[in-house]
């Protein structure tokens, strides 16, 4: 389940702040110079390998899994970010939706990071005591996509995007990162860092970490340095795509499954806090006259049935977008 877009209560982020601080913040160590490298590729299939990158940022090495044509040939990428809790040992993309399926079809790289817990794939200030370091943009902007064009025949066009966090991130990467991304989607997200403050600290905190090693004090100027509400204009020219229920329950609320009371539960206050900021977010781009998709839904719950729709919705622009 994913919980990551309610509106921002400023004081309860002044006492969340508060009660963090008095953890402290362990200083971050710097990278290496030495370049990211691959250490090893697991052909899973012929279409599916898993890549092992030795990350000098990171310090550590990152598995990636890419889903690939068989054959050669040159072709773009889109890097397809997962949620606060991301599947163990493959992303959670290929084991709760049909992803293989749907683009076994098109000449593309899709590259799933595995891994990142609550990481919002950014680059954070300082190490974390439970997290260890993460340093997801300069990974994700700067070692991991020569590597890829390189072993799969990528022509250096990119999209990117992501479910809930994974969205938050893909908008954020998009805005700080203009010059390497075409199109960028993002699934019940909210590209509004400073809405999203509250929930996002909260997030992290609640799975171990300490938000305040992220982007330090909600209201700090990183936050502002990675908000794509106020970095709007980066994103002009690109192709948009947002997607957003109302927390209502819909059509898969009918199946049986055994998260479906998590899913009402949960993920229904959750989307409606991810509608609320994804209006938001739709006006202001109207505002600066900047061409976005958003697909409204009249019902549907913070869940994996609904980004799987929103995948097969936004694909064939995306695809479009890029040339794949």
Request: some cysteine; aromatic content about 8%; charged content about 15%.
């Amino acid at each position: 389940m994913e919980v990551v877009t309610v509106r921002r209560t400023p004081i309860a982020v002044a006492v969340l702040t508060f009660v963090l601080a008095a953890v402290g913040l362990p200083a971050v160590h710097p990278a290496t110079a030495s370049a990211a490298r691959i250490a090893r590729v697991d052909e899973l299939s012929p279409t599916k390998s898993a890549v092992f990158v030795d990350s000098p940022a990171m310090g550590q090495t990152i598995q990636v899994q890419v889903l690939h044509p068989a054959g050669g040939g040159a072709r773009p990428a889109y890097y397809l970010l997962d949620g606060l809790d991301p599947g163990v040992g493959q992303s959670t993309w290929t084991n709760a939706t049909d992803a293989e399926q749907l683009f076994a079809g098109s000449n593309v790289n899709v590259v799933l990071p595995i891994g990142g817990q609550a990481s919002y794939y950014t680059d954070w200030q300082h190490d974390d005591p439970h997290f260890g370091r993460y340093m997801w943009e300069t990974f994700l902007t700067e070692e991991l996509p020569p590597l890829i064009d390189a072993s799969f025949d990528g022509n250096g066009v990119n999209a990117i995007g992501g479910l809930s966090m994974g969205g938050n991130a893909a908008y954020i990467l998009a805005a700080r990162n203009p010059e390497l991304y075409q199109a960028v989607a993002g699934y019940s997200a909210c590209p509004d860092s400073g809405m999203a403050a509250g929930a996002v600290m909260f997030s992290i905190a609640n799975r171990g970490g300490n938000p305040l090693n992220m982007w330090g004090p909600a209201g700090s100027p990183a936050w502002a340095e990675h908000d794509p509400a106020l970095m709007a204009e980066r994103l002009r020219g690109k192709t948009l795509y947002l997607s957003t229920g109302t927390g209502i329950p819909g059509q898969h609320e009918t199946e049986i499954k055994p998260q479906l009371a998590e899913n009402i539960v949960l993920g229904g206050p959750v989307e409606m806090g991810v509608n609320t900021c994804t209006v938001a977010f739709d006006q202001r781009l109207r505002a600066l006259g900047i061409p976005a998709r958003i697909d409204y839904s009249p019902v549907g719950t913070h869940s994996w049935s609904y980004w799987k729709d929103d995948l097969h919705k936004s694909w064939p622009m995306l695809r479009a977008a890029i040339g794949a």
